[in-house]
């Protein structure tokens, strides 16, 4: 059974005032594409308030009263800070576990020498390798392996399945997706006799503060010494970062980029998805490289490139809008040979009777 | 020790006759690239037939009585039919696994205010989190981890380590392979004081009856609701899908797809490997998308597009056509201009001449 | 605490000679781009040598007397197996585990059919199923899950999370990073009564001695027989292998590449990030495929591909340099075809005086 609230209830909860009737009861506060009868939702504009108006919603979230819906109104300022209070009021349990007590489930292996931090949670069948550091108020979820050696800050949150090599150490309030994997080896080889033989992957995996990490994404290990990425860069699933990749801070890295080894990414760059960057390029400082780019050299601060192999935006745009009109050209050329044909031709034609 | 069985047997099994000793003794069903001597193998061609001939199998399953094999035949209307019945005699517990009464695994961490279903399975080092409701019959692989609130239909498989983030919702005959995720948090930021905020992500993933999601595939959760996969869609590997995506009915989606946030696509549609979406795109049913295409825009019904950036398949074509003649319409022009430049001047010359 | 050495105990250890005070204490040993004051770092030119003298390093493993370096020197003939075994002996549990005895975690749960060769080490929540044969000297790591009637030979490592479905086959020497998956369903549907119903997934995985998988990376069973990767064939992250496909020895397969089903690779090819192969090509030995081409034909041996859709290095080259001029080219034809308009205008003015 779901909780049921009166409208007047939520909105004393966030702060606003309603039109019609406050008695209204809700049982749950969902977006328009999900409603079911008895919620409420929200309405961002006049075109999504008259939408809302054909639904079996009970109420609306608007920042302002639409004339145009006939619903009973909760008007707040701030629509989206109202939404995520009313969810986390039908469905609590949404809410970031609190983490006041230490609490080690019973079938988790933690070694002796491991510290676990006041406050911390260590789900089921987790493990935690010898001589490992876990900060405070962490809430390692259910089937994390964290090999030996490994250092992680206060508040972070790791998601079942995620598996952290040995020696890797992680900032504060990092979030790591369920199976996402740091520190596995890098792809390097060295050819002899015959066979591919593997280089030193002796280095570790360094995570900054603030840092998320998405889902089954890969980050390898350095050589000898680090692979990082700077505080405050997000990066979404499935992507793979490769060994001495030195990333810089605030990064946004869309789902299933792979940037190879070795190369060096500055501050405030973006990456849209299933980006490609060759092993070690330098990407500074602002830059922005759109989705499905494959990058062959480095780009300068503040660039945009696009395309695969990349280049300037504007060049790009510009290529790819003639690159359309390319069966055409040929079309246009070979006619035009045909007539320049014909002016020689009939030039020399004209020569020759000249001369006659 | 494998088992062994005559040729008469395995003819009876499947209801087919024999050319040959009936009393053959096979030892295994392999396709011909794995033949093992003793073994039967199949052949669905004329030209297959005389391929088997050459091979250590014992005896070939055939629609028909090829003249140019010389080897025991079975002969059945479908081949194919029969020779999964083949496989299963000789590897019987590839068969489904049976679940007549329910079974938990001793290690598996059930909360007790979890609901499991008669006929479930749940294997070792599973855990079920608080509140998770599962259907009849259903079987969960080792180390699944379901976190709270999660509810999953009847006759569903998960295999080992695939992970359930809270609320996620599952049909009936869905079947999950290993490491997929399944409603981690959307990628979505708002850039505010120098650094990104996280944005809600406070939905959930809706999953039909009977659809299949590949290993290491990603289905991020909805900002409010739901991130939802029609009934029948087929999801291959390592397939990301963005928050808030709505995914129609009986869709074909090959590995590695990456589809962003808020995308809408519709039922019967089919997109190739490595295909990348933007976000808030809208595919049409029965669209198809050419393996690697990257789309920035919407695709219409039954439409087939191809390209980064994608086109319709016609006009694509005729552009991959024209861009290998590139280089070579390069040097047409070069030329082109060089004789128009002779032909202009020849004709200024002229001018001049009748102009003295 | 780390531990302290000086300098001349390294040199002693890995054979070499000092320059400088040899009992310079040293308490680490790390690459440049990550040196703390009293480590020993390394420098492979005279640049590098340089640079090293401005960085708080209290030491440098050199192959020569650099003399613009101002530090301490460790002078060796091979400086990265030297500086190799300066890490081991700054972070000993780098070395790989030894495995004298056979040590099966209290938490695992292994099958009583299944058989644990001398030497190998099962971790914790480790699940082995029936019928496995394990061999010598293996390492599974925690929460590996190993289906029933897997073959796993002699010193084989698994990281933590990985997955083999049951029949999958593996070699000796053999090493399974974090999360990888070998042996779910290949992605073969018929389209049947309006849904797409799988086709029979009753195959195995198979791998040959010395090879290396990659983080998350996912390898399908054949339909009825092998999906196979042969001897010393190395795979990186997140690479995605269809169903049936045979792919030789000694490839390289970098990060996200995807290969569809039934395609048949030969010896000693390289694949760069983020390729895609349709189905049923052949790749034949020695080639090489550029990073992020997509091929639909099949590529001869030695050659080298590019591009998507890709062709010979050559003539891509040739295209993407001539691409970049595709707008420039697009002005120049339109211009001239004005030029010949008016050359054509002019003659038939000519033309037509003359016929005056």
């Known amino acids: 059974m779901m909780p049921t609230f009166s409208l007047q209830h939520l909105a004393d909860l966030v702060g606003g005032s309603t039109i019609g009737d406050p008695e209204t009861p809700v049982c749950e506060a969902l977006p328009q594409n999900d409603v079911i009868p008895g919620c409420i939702t929200l309405a961002d504009s006049k075109q999504q308030a ?34 995520i209070q009313l969810v986390l009021q039908f469905r609590p349990s949404l809410k970031p576990v609190e983490t006041t ?66 020696f890797t150490r992680i900032g504060q309030r990092v979030l790591i997706h369920s199976n996402a994997v740091l520190g596995a080896f890098g792809f390097g080889y060295r050819h002899k006799n015959g066979g591919h033989h593997r280089t030193a992957q002796l280095g570790w995996v360094e995570i900054g503060d603030d840092v998320e990490i998405g889902a089954g994404t890969t980050i390898d290990r350095g050589t000898y010494g680090s ?28 789902a299933q980029v792979g940037i190879a080894g070795s190369c060096t990414v500055g501050d405030f760059v973006v990456m ?11 990407i500074s400082d602002h830059a922005r490289i759109g989705a499905k780019s494959g990058l062959m050299s480095n780009v300068g601060a503040g660039e945009t490139v696009l395309g695969s192999p990349a280049a300037p935006i504007k060049q790009k745009m510009l290529e790819w809008a003639v690159q359309g009109k390319l069966p055409e050209m040929r079309k246009e050329l070979r006619a035009l040979i045909a007539r320049v044909e014909e002016l020689e031709s009939s030039q020399s034609l004209k020569t020759r009777r000249e001369a006659a």
């Open 272 to 282: 849209g998805g299933q980006v490609g960057l060759a092993d070690h390029l330098t």
């Open 227 to 254: 692979t990082r990425i700077g505080c405050g860069t997000k990066i979404d699933n499935q992507v793979q970062i490769g060994h001495n990749c030195h990333i810089g801070q605030h990064n946004l890295i869309c």
């Open 101 to 166: 007590e230490t609490q080690i489930a019973a079938s988790a292996i933690v070694e002796p020498s491991a510290q676990i931090g006041i406050g911390s949670q260590i789900g089921p069948h987790v493990t935690i390798g010898r001589d490992c550091k876990i900060g405070r108020r962490c809430v390692i979820h259910a089937g994390v392996s964290i090999m030996e050696n490994c250092e992680i800050g206060d508040d972070c949150e790791l998601y079942p399945g995620c598996v952290l090599y040995n």
């Open 50 to 83: 008259e939408k809302a108006s054909l639904l079996p919603a009970s109420a609306v979230v608007v920042a302002e009263h639409f004339e145009n819906c006939n619903k009973p109104l909760l008007i707040v300022k701030d629509i989206h800070m109202a939404f």
